[in-house]
């Protein structure tokens, strides 16, 4: 019952992210910049972006990538006599549907990144050179990854989110018993989902230390 009703739940975020990806009017204002933002001279490219309203901001695929493991993984009861075949399907179903929501989300925020500093042929009057050092690159080099880094993300965050629901149901719920085996699926899940935060802690670390000694 808890999966049909967490299917039903993402069933209407997705159709309504379908419907603003679909409409002509969240895409213009995303690219689109009041005329005297540019003609003042006094705004950096901080504030352009800024300058737009907040739906024409709103990476919707990002959102529905970082909400449907976790809605689809704590819909499992552990107490289930189908737990395991229904933990196969479920993990298999936020897999592909991470993975699906990888390549959009991306794409989606380079676009709400660089639209106002790309030069589209219906706003041409907007567009000025001087603005050319504002954007942040074509992201060609990360869609082109994508197909190959996507499965690891999309199977790394649904391991994240298996450890979740395994610490939940052991130590809180206590549906499941201290001593009970994870399971093939399981620890193949976790273990991705290790690595995964792994990378994400050690590039973030990076990053970070980067910017200190800058």
């Known amino acids: 019952m808890r999966i049909v009703l967490a299917l039903l739940f993402l069933t209407p975020l997705l159709a309504a992210a379908i419907w603003l990806h679909s409409n002509s009017t969240v895409a213009y204002e995303r690219i689109v910049v009041p005329e005297e933002v ?5 705004c950096n490219c ?3 972006l800024d300058s737009r309203p907040w739906y024409s901001k709103f990476n919707y695929w990002f959102w ?3 909400i449907s493991a ?7 009861s552990p107490v289930h006599p189908l737990v395991n075949w229904q933990k196969l399907l479920i993990a298999s179903v936020s897999i592909l549907l991470c993975y699906v929501l990888t390549t ?3 794409e989606l925020g380079h676009d709400i990144r660089n639209g106002p500093f790309t030069v589209y042929d219906f706003v041409p009057f907007q567009k000025s050179m001087d603005l050319i050092k504002c954007h942040g690159g074509s992201g060609g080099a990360a869609r082109a990854f994508i197909p190959i880094l996507g499965w690891f993300y999309a ?3 649904t391991g994240f989110w ?3 629901w395994q610490l939940y149901h052991r130590k809180y719920s206590r549906k499941i018993p201290t001593k009970t085996s994870f399971g093939f699926l399981s620890s193949l899940l976790m273990t991705t989902g290790v690595l995964g935060v792994t990378c994400v802690l050690i590039v973030f670390g990076m990053a970070a230390l980067f910017l200190f000694m800058a």
């Open 104 to 106: 959009p989300a991306l």
């Open 70 to 76: 976790p809605i689809l993984m704590f819909s499992l």
């Open 64 to 66: 529905l990538f970082i």
């Open 162 to 164: 298996e450890i979740l």
């Open 38 to 42: 540019y003609v003042g001279k006094t």
């Open 155 to 157: 199977v790394s965050y």
């Open 46 to 48: 901080r504030c352009i």
